[in-house]
């Protein structure tokens, strides 16, 4: 599933506020392989985790470079493929469309935004702990004619399950948090929260500050 949530504002009139605050859920099945968020080996301009599925070597979900650019994916539930459709591009913000978000997201969003307003008088370290509040929230969004109708093909409890910021499934569900920001003076900090050994209550909490490149 995986779902972002961000506030971007290039030219913060505060010295306090930042220019983008991102908090981000990987939601994956569990004993998919992957690296912890590191810079990419001879390459030192990008910073992300990375997919070690066999065959699939190298993709990331998240990740951004000195230079200042940012990507992320999230994946879209739909009942069936279209084989003959045109490519969507790329949302950076729920399982949805951007006009029919789901239940989860605008409740996630109004916990995000509560978390950013007191942005510029919380120490970094605590405006981190508070997001990573909002991506932990295991509350399921019930009931959601959006989810049901994307995933009618889904049976009913695994809709369920999808319906909270936080998925928790036995094989699959949030497996990495990523908190990034960005002051004012273009310093980033990229926190990322990562399940151990396909280990619901193991996790590994990294941090990557750089300053980005003019």
Not at 152 to 174: F, M, S, W
């Amino acid at each position: 599933m995986c779902i972002i949530f961000f506030k971007f504002d290039p030219r913060p009139v505060s010295k306090n506020a930042y220019r983008l605050i991102l908090a981000a859920n990987r939601d994956e099945f569990y004993h998919r392989p992957s690296k912890l968020a590191d810079f990419w080996g001879n390459n030192n301009e990008i910073l992300s985790g990375l997919d070690m599925e066999e065959g699939r070597e190298g993709g990331t979900w998240l990740g951004i470079s000195t230079r200042g650019k940012l990507a992320a994916l999230t994946n879209y539930l739909q009942p069936r493929l279209d084989r003959d459709a045109r490519g969507r591009g790329t949302y950076g913000l729920s399982n949805a469309l951007l006009e029919t978000p789901w239940r989860k997201l605008c409740f996630g969003k109004r916990l995000f935004l509560e978390a950013v307003e007191r942005s510029q008088a919380l120490p970094k370290d605590v405006l981190i702990a508070q997001l990573l509040d909002v991506l932990n929230n295991e509350e399921a969004q019930l009931p959601d004619p959006a989810i049901e109708d994307q995933g009618r093909e889904y049976v009913q409890p695994i809709l369920n399950k999808y319906a909270a910021v936080c998925v928790r499934c036995p094989d699959y569900g949030t497996r990495t948090n990523t908190i990034i920001l960005v002051d004012a003076d273009g310093h980033v900090t990229f926190t990322e929260r990562s399940m151990l050994d396909k280990d619901p209550s193991r996790w590994e909490t990294s941090t990557h500050e750089f300053r980005l490149q003019s």
